[in-house]
């Protein structure tokens, strides 16, 4: 967890619609998992997104009985995290291997939460691409350059993340802040 | 500038802030509970050392009230964690489950009705801030829960954080926070019979679209303020984050100081306070009028707090269960409206009633319409009623929590949230109503128009401000 995220991924999407909530994300009975316990944060991955109903998404993020998943980047539209404050959300798509969301809009303390834990990056998009793309699709996505290219067809621009990026990209909030001086350096505990 | 703004400048030292610049603000009040709270230490630990100390003791409130009645071992679990925490840390404001710090484990055998806390447990936290006197005008309350923003009713700025934002307060006091826009909601007129400050926020939510306000500050004021309770303005700021809003705010006035100051001086809470008031020339990113008496009994339908309609249009929508409980729904006002549509009548359908705190369990068992207790009126008429006041299933939680949907239900109830699975099942259905709606609906097994079913004349707001 917290480890640095690269900015350039190449993999599958996977396809989600509007308004996927916390609660679909992580649902709430299994928000007495702890994030900072490493066995707990890897569940919390097996979990990822399994809140989603399953009429609608027969194909789940992590495929049952696996830690991590084989997409490494979220498609979404609208008001991608929507709902609850809670950090388990952007926490389990980080440690399922998720390394970006990319949407048209998101909540705030779901898009302030994936900076602060430098989990993944939410990028954002003008365009809307959970009609256009399909679960399984091949992409690459640039961070560096705002661009996410499909295999075919043009490529899709994104907002720049600007500050939020580097934050990500130093490992989260503490990281960054350190680098800032607005915390002081770790101390060494034994 | 806003009020929002002079409560951030404020907190910055600052004579002068603008939207969408980033402040680092002097945060009053961190709260977390026992979902949110071991996470929050776990990152404070890891970030500022295993032997660090929090920025200031008497500052932090922490409130076990998510999944305390569970036998589910990891909740369990995560009570014993803060209550580590708060011995450690000599952290004033701890309200444990039990009164002697003990481990505490949830008996099943005992039942899910009877009370299993001690006198120092306070329930829901959000509803358990203003009444242990820790919600005080012209401050800066930060909460690991995203209705945390319900402390806006006071006058201050309140918004919820995540795990690690909150660490970041525990280990320095303050949070980088960016200054919102604000959106002015003028009240004028008054809430007809029948119809409730949660048909408001209903009506707002499906105005502006439940992401309508993302990133920004909700402002109310006008004329049609001072005639709403403090738990009618809870209600109402609780639900800014269903519209996506960083928080709702309303200026502290002559009903806000009343309550908060005898509720400070009854918890030895006691701190000076000022109230602020927004500038007359301030600029705000939209303004609306609101004649709350063009208001009616509003419902936020399946999927998400904006699917609003009218309650009158969606009497062909059929219920299998009811539920009243929450931050935004479990209050003494909601059960006392509840209890007054439901007296002398039996409900037809599962209803589950869960108040907030254990205050409001006992002055539901004190206070009488018409000669009977609250309590028993809603006992009488069928409702399943629980003294282990807090969260339960607002949102889920472990597959023990009393009146969790574990199978796809269709439920009308007082809280704030209805996306898919949000009470437990992710092929349920919930429709978000007020006290009066979800009563009426309890009784008829659809979705009813609390006026309709019972004329008017019957439905005056039973507005119970507790006496501290």
Known sequence: MNARKPTRIRGPVYVVGDNIDTDQIIPAEHLALVPTNPAEYRRLGSLALCGLPHSAYPERLVAPGAETTRYPIILAGRNFGCGSSREHAPIALGAAGVVAVVAESYARIFFRNCIATGELYPAETAERLCERFRTGDEVELNLEAYELRPAAGAPVRLGPLGEAARVVAAGGLFAYARATGLVPTRKETS | MTLTEKLLARAADRTRVEPGETVLARVDVLMTHDVCGPGTIGVFKREFGADARVWDADRIVIIPDHYIFTTDLLANRNVDVLRAFVKEQGIRYFYDVVDDGSAWRFDPARGPLHAQYGRQYAGVCHIALPERGHTRPGEILLGTDSHTCTAGAFGQFATGIGNTDAAFVLGTGRILLRVPVTRRFRLTGALQPGVMAKDLILHIIGEIGFDGATYQALEFDGDGVPGLTMEDR????????????????????????????????????????????????????????????????????????????????CGGIRLDRAYIGSCTGGKLSDFAAFAAVVRDRTVAINTFGVPATPQIVRQLQIRTLGGRTLWDILL?????????????????????????????????????????????????????????????????????????????????????????
């Open chain 2, 380 to 468: 009488a008429a069928g409702v399943r009623m629980t003294e282990n006041a807090g969260c339960a299933a607002c949102l889920g939680g472990p597959a023990d929590t009393f009146g969790r949907l574990n199978e796809p239900l269709h439920c009308i109830s007082t809280t704030n949230r209805n996306f898919p699975g949000r009470m437990g099942h992710s092929e349920g259905r919930v429709y978000l109503a007020s006290p009066f709606t979800v009563a009426a609906s309890a009784l008829t097994g659809r979705i009813t128009d609390p006026r309709d079913f019972l004329g008017a004349d019957a439905l005056v707001a039973v507005a119970m401000e507790d006496a501290a």
């Open chain 2, 234 to 313: 809870m209600t109402i700021a609780n639900m800014a984050i269903e519209c996506g809003g960083k928080n709702g705010v309303f200026a502290a006035d002559d009903v806000t100081r009343a309550f908060v100051d005898a509720r400070m001086r009854k918890h030895g809470t006691t701190r000076p306070y000022e109230c602020l008031t927004a500038d007359p020339g301030a600029a705000y990113y939209s303004e609306m009028t609101i004649d709350l008496s063009t208001l009616e009994p509003t419902v936020a339908r399946h999927p998400d707090p904006g699917n609003r309609a009218r309650a009158a249009d």
